[in-house]
């Protein structure tokens, strides 16, 4: 078996789909380039018709790139064996509602061509793990979406695969599921299994990813780790007693910006770091502190100032 740190490396993949209608066809992916390390919880983001579906089918092998290479699980783009080792529950399933949920969940552990004992195992376990085992007898035809979503999810871990692909895994869930698809993401991770994530509910993706890639208009626009793409400058309010003269002029040598309203101030930092000077200024300058309130961008705003910017610089 060949061994890479990475569950998915990427170079330089794009996609162009010839149509009869445009002349130079429509550039779907131009130049996407990722390193998603094994056993870690990545973010696949970006707007409607970003690129993400082409990508993810590349990842697959269910298309193959105009230009680019890349490997999922230490092997080349497409390789069979890679797909055996790959479990994927896609945006829009659609599954055989005249089955059961027994039924249907054996029919795909056939397909990865499992024994009857092992599949026997591996429903039961399945089944249990996404809340459904008391429905096991019951046909998908009379599950909820939310249910269906389960099941889905359900067979894309029926082959204990080393790479799970989700594509909005919650979609159709409440707050309950979603909670419960956040747990078993997390005991994915601790199995060792990597977890690529395509959603558009940002707040599940930051309280679930590792690190995130920001894709627009079929470009990689953004990449990191939350820690790193989040605290690239750290925003405090300061509740004050009083705030006497030399409180902002001390505080605007240290501070990108700062707003004051009355005794409440707002300090944008460079970084978390000056967090502690930043006090300790106030009091030299005779403030007297009552609250200290830092503020952490979210993935949600990090995710619309990168597409609004997008926007901005088209030509």
């Keep these: 078996m060949n061994f890479s740190s990475s569950a998915i490396v990427t170079h330089h993949l794009a996609k162009t789909y010839r149509s009869l209608f445009r002349r130079r066809g429509l550039r779907a992916l131009d130049g996407v380039s990722l390193d998603v390390p094994r056993g870690s919880i990545f973010g696949f983001l970006g707007p409607n018709g970003a690129g993400k579906t082409t990508t993810i089918n590349i990842l697959l092998g269910i ?3 105009t230009e680019g290479s890349g490997e999922v699980l230490g092997l080349p783009l497409g390789h069979c064996e890679g797909k055996r080792r790959i479990g994927f529950l896609p945006e829009k399933f659609q599954f055989h509602d005249f089955l059961t949920a027994t039924e249907f969940l054996d029919l795909h552990a056939r397909f990865h061509g499992l024994d009857k004992r092992t599949r026997k195992e591996r429903i039961e376990r399945e089944l249990v793990r996404v809340g459904l085992i008391e429905r096991r007898h019951s046909k998908l035809r009379e599950f909820s ?9 359900a067979q894309a871990l029926i082959n204990d695969p080393d790479l799970v692909i989700l594509d909005e895994p919650t979609s159709a869930l409440d707050p309950l599921g979603r909670r419960d698809v956040r747990r078993i993401i997390g005991e994915l991770k601790a199995e060792g299994k990597t ?7 940002l707040s599940e993706v930051e309280l679930t990813c590792d690190a995130v890639a920001i894709v627009n208009k079929g470009r990689i626009v953004r990449q990191g780790t939350l820690s790193e793409l989040l605290q690239t400058q750290a925003r405090v309010e300061l509740h004050l007693q009083q705030t006497p003269p030399a409180v ?6 240290l501070a990108l910006n700062v707003n004051a309203n009355a ?3 707002t300090v944008d930092l460079a970084s978390e770091d000056d967090i502690p000077r930043l006090v300790e200024e106030t009091v030299k300058a005779g403030g007297k502190i009552l609250a200290v309130i830092p503020y952490r961008m979210t993935l949600e705003e990090l995710f619309v100032r990168t597409v609004e910017e997008g926007r901005d610089n088209d030509p």
């Design 63 to 65: 298309v193959y790139p």
């Design 248 to 253: 902002l002029p001390a505080l605007r040598r």
């Design 263 to 265: 005794d409440r101030l």
């Design 145 to 153: 979406k939310g249910m269906q979503q389960r099941i889905g999810l």
């Design 195 to 201: 977890v690529f994530l395509n959603s558009h509910l």
